[in-house]
């Protein structure tokens, strides 16, 4: 049995991220909190392990997506950020 950790999400932000999404588009919500485009991936999960959540939009809307990588209603801010220390 291995004592070794899964990896975990840094927060990228402590507030949730507006983003415009078009329905019918499918979105990569990062969730290793390690890409340069949040709150989308770039591919840096790839040195730790953390696959991106991939999203299809229901409806032209905006959207608020989390940033603290927290929230148990991925993508979506659940307001989990405000408990954070």
């Known amino acids: ?3 070794s950790q899964p990896p975990k999400p840094i927060v990228a932000q402590k507030a949730p991220y507006p983003v415009d999404l078009v329905a019918g588009q499918t979105y990569y919500w990062c969730a ?3 890409s340069q485009k949040q709150p989308f991936c770039d591919g840096a999960h790839k040195a730790v392990g953390l696959n991106p959540m991939p999203y299809k939009a229901v409806e032209t809307k905006q959207a608020y997506l ?5 929230t148990v209603t991925a993508p979506f801010c659940d307001g989990t950020h405000k408990r954070l220390a």
């Open 66 to 70: 989390c940033g603290c990588k927290a």
């Open 1 to 3: 049995m291995s004592d």
């Open 32 to 34: 290793c909190g390690r």
